[in-house]
């Protein structure tokens, strides 16, 4: 797949994503308008049911009054104006049941109506401009007359601020009282309703979310390991490229009559095919054995290695290459415990693989040190370079097979990303750590762990 195929996809996906997400908000807050909405309209229900209630029980309560014959019809018709002339007078508190019974009324009428959530409720009387019932109680003792400018408490003004109120008992000329509901948990009922489908719509679309970025990481991991596949496989070839003229070279030579006479030169060509022979199989041999790893488990042949000559052993073998670049090698061996149980050839391995990058590694004058230091239930080794340094990302893939840091102008530096990834499997073999301190430009530093003793299996 190709980068800008991968990146129109998550472009793609990107602006999918967005649209879903906006549109489920817009589903998730239509619902909430609509919840609150229904709400509005069931209260303003249950409200005009409780004022109807009243108004209807009152009638009923006056009409009821019994007399026994015709002849006074007419004093009960007379009764009946006057008293609802004295209805006009009188108080709303004084028309309306008991608190309790009020309180009773508004209740059900606001079940009936589908509203479980709390509520306060005040009775608010125009003349007398103060609520006269609040929350089952009465706000009053004296059942006179009386004006007064009220200083509301916050319940009050939480009550008189709703918008939830209807007109008690209206007649013609007057409206004696108002009825205030007050909802304090009005958002988190109407809440209640609609968290559940949010909840799913964020699970869900986190759910996507997560496998989106997942299969995009996996599709970038497995671009990057088929690029570096193709790089190992060019670096191989061109590795095998140089032997092969050369031997190739040498060969036509030997054929040559002006040359198979003379013994001196055929044998100098045929070391030389010998020596170029030896160059592919250690390749081979180095691409064969990383092979061998993914497949078996490690079998190491333990035995008790002296560290310090392994050591002085591989810096003697890079002495030579070093030293051709104007640099130089030095080891600074510290450590008083340096016989350690492993196996030789491995670690052997190890250190020439670090030492080869450090000299790899190093354009100029490389100043290579080694140095060991005893640790409490280890060996530590540092192998340390004045090189091209590492980039911090750089530093995270190293130890990975067939990783190798483009940079462009180092095009002579060969090598097929395996050594480190070799190092790091064979000290995690042996229950060692290997870490890299770096700085692009400044140089690098590998340094290893390695107990004395292995555990037994
Ligand atoms: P290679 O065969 O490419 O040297 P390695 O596994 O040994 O493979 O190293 C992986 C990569 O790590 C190298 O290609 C190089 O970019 C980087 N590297 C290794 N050692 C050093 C070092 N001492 N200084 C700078 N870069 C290093």
Known sequence: MKRRSIWIIIVLMSV?????????????????KLGKENFEIN?????????EYLRR????????????NDSEKEKRLKKIQSQNLDLRLREVEKRLPSPAKLQQLIDSKLSANGIFTEYRYGVFSTRRNSFVIKNGNYQVDDFGPQVVVPEYTDGELQLINSRYRIDLYTSVNSTPGYLYLHFPYLNSFVWTSTWKSLLAALLFTGAILFCFIYTILIVFRQKKVSEMKTDFINNMTHEFKTPIATISLA?????????????????????????????????????????????????????????HTVINQAVANISLQVVQKEGNVEAKLQASKFIIEADENHISNIIHNLLDNANKYTPEKPQI????????ESIEITIQDNGIGLSKEAQKHIFEKFYRVHTGN????????????????LVTAHSGTVKVKSELGKGSRFILNIPYSQPKQ
Do not use: C
């Not at 180092?410 to 499997?425: I, T």
């Open 16 to 32: 999918a994503m967005i649209g879903i997400g906006a549109l489920q908000m817009y589903w998730i807050n239509w619902s909430i």
């Open 43 to 51: 209260i303003q229900d249950a409200l005009k049911d409780v004022s």
């Open 57 to 68: 029980q009152e009638q009923i309560e006056t009409n009821s009054i019994n007399f026994s």
């Open 251 to 307: 060969a036509d030579s030997i054929k040559s009559p002006k040359i198979s006479g003379n013994v001196d030169k055929v044998t100098r060509f045929a070391n030389i095919i010998k020596q170029e022979n030896k160059r592919m199989l250690e390749q081979v041999e180095k691409v064969l054995q990383m092979a061998k790893f993914d497949r078996e488990n490690l079998n190491l042949k333990l035995s008790q290695v002296d560290l």
């Open 369 to 376: 040190k080694v140095s060991t230091l005893d640790r409490a």
């Open 410 to 425: 180092l095009h002579d530096v060969k090598g097929f990303g395996l050594g480190l990834s070799y190092v790091k499997a």
